[in-house]
């Protein structure tokens, strides 16, 4: 018997949500066929069947949400009966009965039973593992916390204004005791977590239409508000002749695409050049952990790739040693592979630094969000044709926009600007060959 486990589709995953069954109890299964579909903050793909035989259990329902490495079903040599379904769910109904039991003593109930509650209740919608790390260190039973986030969801200020308002009575207990003047800061400060609580609430309707988000649209929306929250983001812009890129490119498109049977853009020309300054300005390629600065000895580029109603970063790994063939080559098959759901657990982690192209999608220059644990992201903007002032001359040039978004915690302007002149410089003065 083969166990299937949940996988780690990210270095900070801890958890996944399993979406859908693509084979049911007793199917026939062939080893990397896809088996299931999961859903992360960083990916949103199908798992192949880690062996060849028969479907015997299925142990996690569509749209549950468990721990990497934990048993989701097992498979069985071909032949082999199908094993009636052993769903979790009867796992976790009989755990909460042994945590009913276990509170009979009146003086263990004060203490044990809140960190039991809070890792086996399961409130409204999944928890993010944000979430669930701040309630085990605090011991907060969850149950007790209504959520403010899609479909009664909770979201990890509401954790926090439970903290809060835990921690509250402590000044204000001393109070009565006091002059009555001395208390109003007590009150005053305790209402402040809940002043944005009253948020207009929307029902379904002639003039709206409600619908929850994604479980993949969860997950961005708390790793990007997380990136915020972590790192000190400041980004700077810098304007690059492109020209001599864009006659290279008209030069070799059409070559290019025949020999090799996809398209020449002007992201790969933007990521050598951008290997080029990681290796110059070395911090770039790093990142923080509590007070040491981690530097990492490969360069490993990630490429923001848009999907329908979602966002992943793909990563094209030792990038260092890929010219701009080999990068083109990469990031056609990463894209083609992420939209179809076919990526692998190690092609969306361990990247290094980030690229995002909206200028793909024309727009000229944005401030991107810092691919978490890195310190930085190039943004690139929209390649085109503007007039500008060449010895004292108009002349017409291929012009974009590079935005530069980084940790102001490890990186400070000076390096930052040095980084992005040193992209500039290489786009500005291209020579490699491109075929």
């Known amino acids: ?50 062996a060849s035989g028969v479907l015997a259990e299925i142990l996690v329902t569509e749209g549950t949400t468990v721990q990497v490495n934990a048993i989701v079903a097992r498979i069985g040599e071909a032949g082999a009966a199908a094993a009636a379904p052993a769903p979790v769910a009867a796992a976790v109904e009989a755990a909460p009965a042994a945590v009913v039991a276990a509170p009979t003593p009146a003086p263990v109930a004060e203490a044990p039973a809140a960190p039991v509650v809070a890792a086996v209740s399961e409130p409204v919608g999944p928890l993010s593992p944000l979430v669930r790390k701040i309630a085990r260190e605090n011991n907060i039973d969850l149950s007790k916390i209504s959520g403010t986030g899609a479909g009664g969801r909770i979201t990890k200020e509401d954790v926090e204004g439970h903290l809060k308002a835990q921690s509250a009575p402590a000044p204000v207990a001393t109070a009565p005791v006091a002059a009555p003047v001395a208390p109003p800061p007590a009150p005053v400060a305790a209402p402040k977590p809940a002043a944005p609580a009253p948020l207009p609430t929307y029902a379904p309707g002639a003039k709206t239409r409600v619908e929850p988000m994604s479980n993949m649209r969860i997950k961005i929306a708390e790793h990007m508000v997380m990136s915020k929250r972590t790192s000190a983001h400041v980004t700077t812009v810098h304007r690059v002749d492109m020209t001599k890129v864009a006659k290279m490119r008209a ?118 969000v810092i691919n978490q644990p890195q310190v930085a992201i190039l943004g690139v903007g929209t390649v085109e044709k503007v007039p500008v002032v060449i010895d004292d001359a108009i002349a017409i040039r291929s012009q974009c926009f590079l935005a530069l978004t980084f940790d102001h915690r490890l990186i400070d302007g000076a390096l930052g600007d040095q980084f992005t002149a040193k992209v500039k410089s290489v786009l500005e003065n291209w020579s490699e060959d491109v075929l």
């Open 251 to 368: 030069k070799h498109k059409d070559e290019f695409a025949a020999r090799n049977g996809f398209s020449l853009t002007f992201l790969p020309f933007v990521a050598r050049a951008a290997v080029e300054a990681l290796r110059a300005f070395p911090t770039l390629n790093a990142s923080i952990d509590g007070t040491n600065i981690v530097f990492h000895n490969e360069i490993n580029v990630g490429i923001a790739v848009a999907l329908d109603g979602g966002l992943i970063v793909p990563v094209i790994r030792n990038a260092d040693e890929k010219n701009v063939l080999g990068l083109q080559r990469s990031i056609v098959d990463l894209a083609a592979r992420a939209r179809n759901k076919q990526l692998k657990p190690d092609e969306i982690q361990g990247g290094t630094f980030s690229i995002t192209n909206f200028g793909s999608f024309g727009s000229v220059f944005a401030t991107p």
């Open 1 to 50: 018997m083969t166990d299937v486990v949940m996988p780690q589709m990210g270095e900070s995953i801890v958890e996944g949500t399993l979406t859908r069954w693509l084979k049911k109890a007793g199917d026939t299964v062939e080893r990397d066929e896809p088996l299931f579909e999961i859903s992360t903050d960083k990916v949103d793909t199908e798992i192949p069947a880690p």
